[in-house]
Nanobody
């Protein structure tokens, strides 16, 4: 089993920045992809960004140029740096992990989620 623990969520004003972290523990595989989903109130869960085991990244159009995903394999940790936050970025953000080179839908492992609220 794999456990994912997120941190870094909170309340931020529009235009502000936040950095989310997610650390994996347990039966970590040699190759694994990670990513972030989010779910806003009344909306479906959506994939925000993902990073392959080799470090290639993918972003939803709505966050391109504002969000950056990165990973530190020595710490089994993935980060989501978010800039120029908008009210529509308000959601619960979930960290995900798949024991594959690339993330598949749906990912096998999910964190408990961390709330991000963008409001003045």
């Amino acid at each position: 089993q794999v456990q994912l623990v997120e941190s870094g969520g909170g309340l931020v004003q529009p235009g502000g920045s936040l950095r989310l972290s997610c650390t994996a523990s347990g039966n970590i595989f040699n190759f694994y992809a990670m990513g972030w989903y989010r779910q806003a109130p009344g909306k479906q869960r959506e994939l925000v960004t993902d990073i392959t085991s080799g470090g290639s990244t993918n972003y939803a159009d709505s966050v391109k140029g504002r969000f950056t995903i990165s990973r530190d394999n020595t710490k089994n940790t993935v980060y989501l740096q978010m800039h120029s936050l908008k009210p529509e970025d308000t959601a619960i953000y979930y960290c995900v992990l798949d024991p594959r080179v690339r993330l598949v839908q749906p990912p096998r492992y999910w964190g408990q989620g961390t709330q991000v609220t963008v409001s003045s």
